[in-house]
């Protein structure tokens, strides 16, 4: 580089150089979200996937940018080289075209149609719609007036292989959405609301006004059938956990904010006790990626009522800090209270298993899970007939670990395994007490071709059922590889809802102009293909039911119904699901149009709340179901 009049070269070029570091710096802190760093450490939510290469690897060294001898001879070899990686890491890869993405749709549907052939519906069911939805659905709920929640963010990125969330976004671009989504009204546009969280000023430094970045948040339903929704992103530092704290009400569907939390959470835990308040643990805290918060809190605290009634609204409650600390490692621990009314804390990491008593605000722990670290993958509290559950079924996390695990009465044991290992899956009860896994990919948005890349392999699209004798079969396919942030729910007809992953969505997109960023796919289960009319569920009563009591349904074809069951409804993220739950209610009696039922024992069994009755005929069929509300005011 020739110097300047007056100036010897070596001056000219460490000026040049040390203005380069600041372009770069500020070209990539306008990146930072749109493209993660190639070699970044794993953050919450994007752990390494096995054979992800270091800096110093071979691999890296093979494709690593050579530095610009000038700036080398400056500021030395390393510092120059990084520079290069960055301004190729600006320049990133072209723009994704329409073209692309309607390619990708069309030929995924035509191997989805190969693939499911030769699945006859009455053995393995059958995937039916797959239509355009508002919102990615990183987060669902359903709720107990049928309609279903779905929540995430603002998308700051079109091109999958860059990252599309405002993971470390500062500022108003950092901000949520919410939806709602009425199967009663189909599955175009007018099926779908939009409402939006409250508008929120982040302590980010900008403090500007934008619509509460509550994605990656923890949820968990209260009595009343509103939804608690604790956590987010604050931005920066790699992503930096919320203090914020919401419901969202189902019967006014408007949001509710209330007191912030003591610490901020990204990608916490939250679980609904028996006694109808909600547990919540770990989480990123406030100082960013890496520093999870061990402290336990409680909503609402003890000095305020739970709110019971449809029209007992949180506003402004508090929660409160408990006595015992969960201490977890990595986020998005899998939460369960089980029938002896305990919380069990199944953390990632094989030697955290808790076991937390809310009431003493103890912990204690549980025996090391057999397996070795497991990533996002389900866990699901088996069906324990006309009990609460009482043992937890592990599975995913780990894609070279097809084995699933059970706990059951303070001890692990290792179960059938799926047919191959798969992390990112989600896993349902349905009411018939079978098992269903849809989703899932080789690791976090990794389907089996490198990280960011929307080519998926086959195997990740097909479900697996699992009958009552605790025996897998893999199934048909889905339209969609969705992996990172799917979610998948059963509806009250018996139909499952599949969601999310929002690097796919926007991949197979197929029109990313217009404001239908999501797609959402429903499977019908064998059930709903084994011929002739489902049962019959045509009067429930309405108001609260005690545990332990007695009542009547009303059903034209009571003679045929043979099992009576309650599922919980689902609100789910990154393959946690702490609510699922599924009792058998014993049949007491059937006289003309009326059967007697009972309800379960305790809240321990079922804690407080809203939850669907299914009736079924000998041949496992469903009723579509009602809603019946449980449990007492406490």
Known sequence: MPGLPGLPGPLVRRSAALSACVAVAAALA???????????????????????????????RATRVEADPDEAAVIGEEHARAHAQRRTAVKGPKEYPQKKRTESLA?????????????????????????????FGVHTALLPTGKVLLFSFERVETNPTKETGPTDRIGPTNAGRAFLWDPAKGTGARAFKKVEPPTVLMPDGTYTPRPAPFFCAGHAFLPNGMVGVFGGNTGGKGGSGAKLSFVFDPWTETWFRNRDMSVGRWYPSVVTGADGRQIIMSGQSERGTGTPTPVVERFPALRHPVPWRTYDIPVGLAAERLRADAPFRNDYPHLFSLRDGMIYGLGRDADQQWLFDPVKETRTDLPRRPADFRGYGSAVPLPAGFRGPDSVLVLGGDPHDPN?????????????????????????????GTLLTVNGALDTRNYGHGPFNPQADLSYRQIELRDARGHWRLGPAQRLPRGYHSNALVLPDGRIMVTGDELQQIANDPDIRDEMDGSIELYEPAYLHRGGSRPALDRVPGGELGYGAGFEVRS??????????????????????????????????????????????????????YYLLFLLDARGVPSTAKWIKLGGRH
């Open 30 to 60: 306008s990146l930072t979200a749109s493209a993660p760093p190639a070699f970044a450490a794993a953050a919450p939510g994007h752990e390494s996937p096995p054979g992800h290469h270091r800096p110093d690897d071979d691999s890296a």
């Open 107 to 135: 030929a995924l549907k035509a191997s989805q149609q190969l693939t499911n052939a030769p699945f006859a519906s009455a053995q393995f069911g059958h995937f039916t719609e797959y239509f355009p939805s508002p919102d």
């Open 556 to 609: 034209s074809t009571a003679a045929g119904v043979s099992r009576a069951v309650l599922l919980a409804p689902t609100t789910v993220t990154h393959a946690v699901n702490t609510s699922q739950r599924h009792l058998e209610l014993p049949i007491t009696g059937v006289h003309g149009t009326a059967i007697g039922l009972r309800t379960p024992p305790s809240a321990a069994d079922a804690p407080p709340g």
């Open 404 to 432: 699933t695990y059970r706990l059951s009465g303070g001890r692990w044991t290792t179960e059938e395994p799926r047919a191959f290992g798969r992390t990112q899956d989600d896993t349902l009860i349905l009411p018939d």
